[in-house]
Nanobody, 120 residues
Framework: HVQLVESGGGSVQAGGSLTLSCAAS????????VGWFRQAPGKEREGVAA???????TYADSVKGRFTISQDNATKTLYLQMNSLKPEDTAMYYC???????????????GGQGTQVTVS
């Protein structure tokens, strides 16, 4: 079965950086979209970044130029490099697989347990 295990969250000051990692298993990696979404308390789920089977990337407008999604196909690991973090980036971040991220709309079939990112 599909397993997604996130790591790398934490607390940072505004302007700082964090890198999230997601170890994926249980499916043919690169067979479909993988990505990250986030959810803050009291807010809607928000797609952050996605990468499809052709390595095309999509980013939320709010993170463009600050976040970079990448993957290591050999180890089936997905990354999210987050720079110039802002307090509004504070949320639980989830790794996802079998996703659709288009025109700001996010959908995903599988998700991990999440890793907390707090920016103060």
């Amino acid at each position: 079965h599909v397993q997604l295990v996130e790591s790398g969250g934490g607390s940072v000051q505004a302007g700082g950086s964090l890198t999230l990692s997601c170890a994926a298993s249980g499916f043919t990696y690169r067979s479909f979209c993988v990505g990250w979404f986030r959810q803050a308390p009291g807010k809607e789920r928000e797609g952050v970044a996605a990468i499809d089977g052709h390595s095309s990337t999509t980013y939320a407008d709010s993170v463009k130029g600050r976040f970079t999604i990448s993957q290591d196909n050999a180890t089936k690991t997905l990354y999210l490099q987050m720079n110039s973090l802002k307090p509004e980036d504070t949320a639980m971040y989830y790794c996802a697989a079998d996703c659709v991220f288009d025109e700001g709309i996010w959908y995903s079939t599988y998700g991990g347990q999440g890793t907390q990112v707090t920016v103060s």
